[in-house]
């Protein structure tokens, strides 16, 4: 099949679960031998120079870019929200020049499936309808307004949470508005399916998880700093913000007063000035930034810490802890769509209380450290391959490929 996918952001370097998700998709549809066009919007958030792409990469699919700004700013939210209905978070993916580049490939290739990576795409679903006969799939990545929802709730700011009502609510309006404009679904999760569900889908859907390719993933034990604490993530990705600083406010000075040698090392990209300078506050926090390597450096350190309390989705940073073979401390939030077990391949905690209670349970035990990363490892190979994934959705597609037509 050709099989073009859209993005509103280049899907690489794979340093983040959107880029991760996509790339390891755009992976299985090639290594099945299907044909790939990957049209991204490269925003200058996370510009990406695609002529500098290797030949690793490039030999997955064709990589096409279009230059757009997609900034956030002050100005830009305050404008929206005087002048507009649609979400910010919407509206600058809107771009004249992506709708162009979208049409000019429609004119001159024929695709069987157009895949849809994430409901910001929806608003060109009407310009495919014009110049393609292709099979269009919405690709959930998550439940958009729950993130902002959840966010919300967790905020203090009186201000800041009148805005995130405004928001969450318009980004749901805007979820519900292309609700059956697509032709096929195809959440990441069985709880998101559930959801769109209940908001009206009607059309034929696929659950499809996050695969991982195991053998780009692979567990070295050899030189753990042992005991350390860890989180990798985005760190302009609010509900990361919000999560580390929970844990460090309320779990991280009863760790610190008790392993006064211990440290938290904090890794990931694009983290704001104001939250760069609240690591430094901080005691034996260690911000490392943006890793060369997120592979190496999740494997040189013990324990993983990811105090999610909003998101929507599945967490790939998780799977792809799990799947290096961290013993992973984070909440029910944290592991919804993964379906892994507690205490067996991963540690639950939804309280400052429990979180240090499992923390300390494995600074205590290596063993344990060591074999809940084994579990975690055999249950990633077991339920996330990449290969038998796609495939499965490779052939919910060809059963409804005449949807489109």
């Not at 695969?211 to 692979?218: C, D, F, P, W």
């Amino acid at each position: 099949m050709e099989i073009l996918q859209l993005c509103n952001k280049v899907p690489y370097p794979p340093i983040d679960g959107g880029a991760i998700a996509t790339l390891n998709m755009t992976k299985g549809f090639s290594d099945l031998n299907h044909k790939v066009t990957v049209l991204s919007m490269n925003t200058s958030k996370h510009y990406f120079d695609l002529v500098s792409l290797s030949k690793d990469i490039k030999k997955y699919a064709n990589f096409v870019g279009v230059d757009v700004k997609a900034n956030i700013t002050a100005t830009g939210a305050f404008l929206n929200l005087l002048l507009s209905n649609k979400p910010y978070n919407a509206q600058r993916f809107i771009n004249l020049k992506f709708r162009k580049k979208l049409i000019e490939l429609l004119e001159n290739k024929k695709f069987d499936v157009i895949q849809l990576e994430g409901i910001y795409l929806a608003p060109y679903i009407k310009h495919i309808r014009m110049y393609s006969d292709a099979l269009i799939s919405l690709r959930a990545h998550n439940i958009e307004y729950e993130i902002w929802q959840r966010v919300a709730k967790q905020e203090e700011n009186k201000l800041k949470v009148r805005y995130l009502n405004i928001l969450q609510k318009r980004i749901k309006k805007f979820e519900t508005s292309f609700i059956n404009k697509y032709d096929v679904l195809v959440p990441i999760t069985k709880r998101d399916l559930e959801i769109y569900n209940k908001l009206g889908n009607n059309k034929p859907a696929h659950v499809s998880q996050t695969g991982i390719n195991s053998n780009e993933l692979v567990s070295d034990l050899n030189n753990i700093d042992f005991p350390s604490l860890f989180h990798i993530g985005a760190l302009d990705w609010a509900p990361n913000q919000e999560g580390l600083k929970w844990f460090f406010n309320n779990c991280w000075t009863k760790l610190n007063k008790k392993y006064p040698d211990l440290k938290f090392y904090v890794a990931g990209r694009n983290a704001p000035d104001n939250i760069v300078e609240y690591f430094k506050t901080l005691t034996n926090v260690v911000y490392v930034g943006e890793v060369e390597n997120a592979y190496d450096f999740i494997n040189s350190k013990a324990i993983m810490v990811v105090p999610l309390l909003s998101g929507s989705g599945m967490r790939i940073k998780i799977v792809e802890g799990m799947a290096l073979g961290k013993a992973i401390v984070t909440t029910s939030i944290g592991t919804e769509g993964i379906n892994s077990t507690n205490k067996e391949d991963v540690f639950i905690a939804d309280t400052p209380e429990t979180f240090v209670l499992e923390i300390e349970k494995l600074l205590r035990d290596k063993n344990l450290v060591l074999q809940t990363g084994k579990n975690a490892i055999d249950f990633i190979v077991k339920n996330f391959d990449n290969k038998i994934i796609t495939s499965s959705l490779v052939d919910f597609y060809r059963n409804n490929i005449t949807i489109g037509q």
